[in-house]
């Protein structure tokens, strides 16, 4: 176990966890390898962050199996409501605190550390939990959610990671996954980041569960393409991404008991053929955005692109709550009657026993022409829901 505020780099004294924590962390990884040659016991090591304000000049690279760096408290606090205060003189503290990573990169890289290894086998149990990674700071304005900056990459194939008690704050992708396999993302604060949790390339047996979770309008709270057996449930996510949940080309996926608010259309966002999904037991808020710095902002979507927008094959959408309080003065397009649930492709889909509050007359489900079996059971009345194809069942709602 390595205490990093306890490390010296060997040939540079002065260079400590204070001054650059991420050149400290690479030096405890070189040590680690050194110690621990043999291909048969390569039990990995454990680097703790101790509470405290930790700049991050340099890049952390990991490359080695079984590594936990951990801290003492996530340390999240709203740089948002900070930099939109006209007056925080009075406040007792304006930045995140616990084990504080400020990520500066004056190295040129945008990564707070990035995880990649070539060769076999592919990286295997490595944990990030209990510290605060803090962007510091967006540009060209703070309401922008751009920055370039990374805090944990994760660039080549891994399995069993785990990311838990962290906190992401004001970084333009938070927390980025290529080839994940039984990867664990859970109890975190991922919020005011550009993109919270991305799955890119492919995945397989992901959990994200239990986070608090906000994007920014210009990204995406979760992103997954070509997944397999995704699991998201028990997150409270909250405005204002431009999708809560987007997948893409993504198959046996599961989206479950989860609370989710949002400002603008596409809360749930389908790309490509996706097929054999669950939405299954949620609570769908759909209201206007309310901050006023950033009023005029949003993704480019209007509201007859659905709360969720379905496309593939026997998904089934079931026994979710949907609460739609927007004032008719910002639908759009004007005068529009605006769509919960669009099934706008794919074949088999299944609609059914899902609960409709809303402030205006909407469309409950709308199915385009080109959907084939779709079945809608007691998920609207003959007003509410609206069908452009004659290849489909339909129960009202009594």
Partial sequence: MYDVTAWTIPGHPNVTAYTDI?????SIIADVKAKQPSQASKPGAVIYIPPGDYSLKTRVVIDVSYLQIKGSGHGFASLSIRYNTADTSGWHEIWPGASHIK?????????????????AP????????????????????????TNGKVG??????????????????????????????????TDNFI?????????????????????LIGAGFVGFSIFAENAEGLLVQGNNIFPRGRSVVHLKTS???????????GFYPGMIDFEGVNKENLIASNHFRRVPEGFPPLQGSNNGKD???????LLGDNNMVSTNIFTFDVPSAAITPSGATPTIILVAGGDGNFISNNHFVTNVATKHVVLDGSTTNTKVLDSGTADQVQAFTTNYAFRPTP
């Fill in 103 to 119: 990520l500066e990169n004056t190295d040129g890289n945008h990564e707070a550390f990035l995880v990649s290894r070539a060769g």
């Fill in 152 to 185: 944990i990459r994760i660039a080549s194939d891994n399995d069993s990671f785990k990311v838990a008690g962290m906190g992401f704050v004001y970084l333009e992708h938070a927390l980025v996954n290529n080839g994940a396999d039984a990867f664990d993302v």
């Fill in 22 to 26: 991420g050149a400290v962390m690479n």
């Fill in 191 to 211: 919020a005011e980041c550009g993109s919270c949790v991305e799955l890119t390339g492919a995945s397989q047996a992901v959990k994200v569960s239990n986070n």
């Fill in 303 to 309: 509201d007859l692109y659905g709360v969720i927008h």
């Fill in 251 to 261: 198959n046996r996926c599961s989206i479950t008991a989860n609370r989710f608010q």
């Fill in 122 to 145: 592919r990286l295997s149990s490595i944990e990030f939990r209990d510290f605060c990674i803090d962007g510091l700071g967006f540009t060209p304005t703070q309401n922008s959610y």
